[in-house]
């Protein structure tokens, strides 16, 4: 349940109208719902209650101070995967004792600003990389704690994008590999083995695949611990999905998700971590946007609006449905129309959603694209010179921009003409 409902005709995110919020702030724009965030991350924490655990959000999915910084006081630890996520992680005042280091292609300047300023573990995911945290540490008379990520090689069963766990993905080290490396990590004196990572993809909308994944990392524990290494702490990654069409059959909940990991992995006596980022922060936003122009084509109507595919790009890069809804509630009984949603962006992949039933809209009507909180805002680029949209967040009836939409003169500044030419 999130809270964008339709309140007297029209759509409120909490106790705000959005249209109120598009006549202050302008189109496009994405919005958050502090409620929903909070929402999501108790749902997780109660679904983990009896396990020692911590949830650390995935930022990936929406790094805006404001949002870290709910999480953050709700308890929330944070899984970066960069310097910049790090740092966000820490000016939203998150400690480091909450923060895990994910990422293929951790350098070394990361390491030392995390082993410098403070971190919980790095989920190491191949030797060399290993290897390269084990010199930094030493060079910085530091020991790093780590879990190393295993690849089980189990197929998650969603976007060929977006799916992690097999053998084929460039991610973790092979299970069958993880003895050898673990009696490696053993060896260097910079390092400390402290569990277990894993993480098989994202958008997982059944809980057979986790679970297939978390039979072999409660295996490999045991053998592991009979290496002699301590594994007390399994972080189980992120990827449970949501309901992105709500006419569809619903994914797996955070309390199902619970369950199963208390089942296979709870008589370990093992700290969990997860790292969900979607489930939190996905329903938890929308994006409001106007249609410019209504285009009657040859076979079909277009609907241009002004949110392009540089604003949310999930559409155009991996074929994903949004909902788009519009901010007045459509009459009972009101006809459809068929439209292509479209950006004003110049290439055919500025596509929204293809023969999309919607009400008859006209010039000026505003929509929101739901399930846009996860994967929207940190993914959007300037593409055509369109400066980035501002976010914003409501919580009851308040609501606050926390991030302005540059000026044009903002983004033309960043740019410098060589005195040469
Ligand atoms: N942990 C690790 C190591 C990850 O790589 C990811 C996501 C997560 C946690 C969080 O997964 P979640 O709970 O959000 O599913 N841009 C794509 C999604 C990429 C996900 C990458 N890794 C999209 O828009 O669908």
């Known amino acids: 349940m999130d809270h964008f409902l339709y309140r007297d005709g029209r759509l409120f995110a909490e106790d705000v109208p959005l249209a109120n919020i598009a006549a202050a702030v302008g189109t496009p724009f994405y919005c958050y719902s502090a409620a929903t965030l909070t929402r999501h991350f108790r749902l997780f924490d109660e679904a983990l209650e009896g396990m020692d655990h911590l949830i650390c959000f995935a930022m990936k999915a929406n790094s805006n101070l404001a949002v870290l910084k709910l999480l953050g006081d709700l308890g929330a630890g944070m899984d970066v995967v960069s310097g910049g996520e790090y740092r966000r992680a820490r000016a939203a005042?998150?400690?480091?004792?909450?923060?895990?280091?994910?990422?293929?292609?951790?350098?070394?300047?990361?390491?030392?600003?995390?082993?410098?300023?403070?971190?919980?573990?790095?989920?190491?995911?191949?030797?060399?990389?290993?290897?390269?945290?084990?010199?930094v540490a030493l060079s910085l008379g530091k020991i790093a704690p780590i879990t190393i990520r295993v690849n089980p090689d189990v197929d998650a069963k969603t976007h060929e994008k977006i799916a992690t766990g097999r053998k084929q993905d460039k991610f973790g080290i092979p299970i069958s590999r993880a003895r050898a490396v673990y009696a490696h990590a053993a060896t260097l004196p910079g390092l400390k083995v402290i569990g277990i990572d894993v993480h098989i993809g994202s958008q997982l909308t059944e809980l057979a695949p986790f679970e297939a994944a978390f039979r072999k990392v409660a295996d490999?524990?045991?053998?592991?611990?009979?290496?002699?290494?301590?594994?007390?702490?399994?972080?189980?990654?992120?990827?449970?999905?949501?309901?992105?069409?709500?006419?569809?059959?619903?994914?797996?909940?955070?309390?199902?998700?619970?369950?199963?990991?208390?089942a296979t992995l709870g008589d370990l006596g093992c700290e969990i971590e997860i790292e969900p980022g979607r489930l939190i922060a996905g329903n938890a936003g929308v994006m409001v946007s106007a249609v410019i122009y209504v285009k009657q084509g040859e076979e079909r109507d277009f609907l241009i609006v002004d949110a392009a595919m540089n604003d949310l790009v999930r559409p155009s890069m991996y074929g994903a449905h949004h909902d788009i809804v519009p901010l007045i509630e459509p009459a009972p009984g009101i006809e459809a129309h068929v439209y292509d949603v479209v950006g004003p962006v110049c290439e055919s992949g500025d596509t929204f959603a293809k023969r999309r039933a919607m009400m008859p809209l006209s010039s000026g009507d505003l929509v929101a694209f739901r399930s846009a909180g996860a994967y929207g805002a940190v993914m959007s680029s300037e593409y055509n010179s369109r400066p980035l949209i501002p976010e914003v967040m409501v919580s009851g009836d308040h609501f606050a921009v926390i991030r302005a939409r540059p000026t044009f003169d903002e983004m033309l500044n960043r740019d410098t003409i060589p005195e040469w030419l």
């Open 220 to 262: 490999l524990t045991h053998v592991l611990r009979a290496d002699g290494h301590d594994i007390s702490r399994l972080d189980l990654g992120g990827g449970l999905g949501i309901p992105y069409e709500r006419s569809n059959a619903d994914p797996p909940l955070p309390r199902d998700f619970g369950a199963m990991v208390k």
């Open 93 to 135: 005042g998150v400690p480091g004792e909450r923060i895990v280091f994910s990422g293929v292609g951790k350098t070394a300047a990361e390491m030392r600003l995390a082993l410098e300023s403070g971190i919980r573990q790095f989920n190491v995911e191949s030797e060399p990389e290993m290897q390269a945290l084990n010199d």
